[in-house]
């Protein structure tokens, strides 16, 4: 799996798990709407860290929660 996946399926378990909505999510981080479902979409080839560190402030979990996921074990992840 691409990088970029791994980050969108991990901000949609994140977001189910936190019963939360893309638009709750954007209202909590500031992150846009638009930025948000291109996350979750795959439009991005790769997200920046700050993205990812805005997404996380607004989700209430710190960076080493979001990546601490199979999703990004190594051997899942394609080079």
């Known amino acids: ?5 791994a980050v ?3 901000l949609g ?6 019963g939360m909505t893309q638009y709750r ?3 909590r981080s500031g992150v846009p ?3 948000i479902g291109n996350v979750i979409n795959c439009s991005y080839d790769s ?3 700050r ?3 805005e997404l996380c402030q607004g989700l209430g979990i710190s960076m080493r929660e979001f990546f601490d996921s199979p999703l990004f ?3 899942n992840l394609e080079p």
């Open 1 to 5: 799996m691409l990088l970029n996946e």
């Open 8 to 10: 969108s399926k991990r």
């Open 13 to 18: 378990e994140l977001l189910a798990e936190k």
């Open 25 to 27: 999510l954007y209202m």
């Open 33 to 35: 709407k638009s930025t």
């Open 47 to 49: 997200v920046k860290l």
């Open 51 to 53: 993205i990812i560190h």
């Open 73 to 75: 074990d190594e051997e």
